[in-house]
């Protein structure tokens, strides 16, 4: 039997415990911080676009789904639009013209992070060029951190859109436990028809994870264009989100034009205030340039 002295000190040794990358060649990268799981980078060739999946609680349950039955293109926390000059890179199985975005290689890797370069194709065309760094922050007592930077580069002239619909930007596909969950945003707001499509900071979604409740938020840069963003978010037989820039207006990019979008998701388990999630929020902004 461990000595309460013992505990604290695995504890902290625990708390001290810094990220670190370990490799499946050719598939996946799954970041830790000491023994937890904190999440994976899918990237495998033979899916339509690079995501993360799982994406962990701090106890160790994932929050996320990868291609579920009733929607196979949502995959687990993933970078995806439904119209990229009338191009489908959202859905996968539905009747449209779909593109994939395709991993070239890493530009850059650490124990921390790593660096995609990815295109985004259809039909012989190049799209878009993404620069993508998905990084594992310091990770806090009690909370997960996913850092994600994406610079979209369009080689021609190039509409970046729903086509009608609004699916767009970063989002995720939460754990079944957690459907049929709860909504609250930086306004304040907690009723999801009002919070679907509202301008905000952050949003937040929870719902019920390993015998209790977990929460996930979307954190959105001040820098980020249309900041703040609107967040896609239902809660109707399952449970969705996402920061979605383009809901209500496409962009329009020149030849050469970019477009820089920050994110940090976060995630916990039990349930955290308004004013917590403000501050979380407020820390991230203030560290970043």
């Known amino acids: 039997m461990l000595s309460r002295r013992s505990y604290l000190l695995m504890a ?8 670190a990358a370990r490799d499946n060649e050719g598939s996946e990268v799954r970041f830790l911080s ?12 033979d899916r339509p676009k690079p995501y993360v999946h799982p994406l962990y609680a701090p106890d160790g349950a994932p929050v996320t789904r990868d291609g579920p039955r009733d929607h196979v293109h949502h995959r687990g926390l993933m970078l995806a639009w439904s119209d990229v000059d009338g191009f489908d890179l959202w859905g996968e199985t539905n009747p449209a013209p779909h593109g994939r975005m395709v991993q070239v290689k890493f530009e850059k890797r650490s124990k921390t992070s790593l660096t995609s370069l990815i295109h985004w194709n ?26 994600w930077d994406s610079t979209l580069k369009a080689p021609n002239s190039i509409r970046l859109g729903t086509g009608g619909h609004v699916y767009d930007g970063l989002g995720l596909r939460v754990a079944e436990s957690m459907d049929l969950g709860e909504v609250l945003n930086s306004n304040g707001t907690t009723a999801i028809k009002q919070a679907n499509g509202e301008p905000a900071a952050w949003c937040a979604y929870s719902g019920k994870l390993s015998g209790g409740t977990a929460g996930i938020a979307i954190f959105d840069h ?68």
């Open 122 to 147: 259809a039909e012989g065309r190049l799209l878009i060029v993404e620069t993508r760094t998905i990084t594992a922050p310091e990770q806090p007592s009690g909370i997960t951190l996913l850092d």
């Open 34 to 45: 000491g023994s937890r799981p904190l999440f994976t980078y899918r990237y495998s060739a």
């Open 222 to 289: 001040p820098a980020n264009p249309r900041h703040p963003t609107p967040f896609f978010v239902m809660n109707d037989k399952f449970g969705y989100m996402s920061a979605a820039p383009t809901f209500r207006e496409d962009f329009h990019l020149a030849k050469g034009g970019e477009l820089r979008f920050r994110w940090r998701v976060a995630v916990w388990n039990g349930t955290k205030r308004r004013e917590e999630i403000g501050r979380m929020y407020k820390t991230w902004e203030g560290g970043r340039a």
């Open 12 to 19: 902290a040794a625990a708390a001290r415990a810094r990220p």
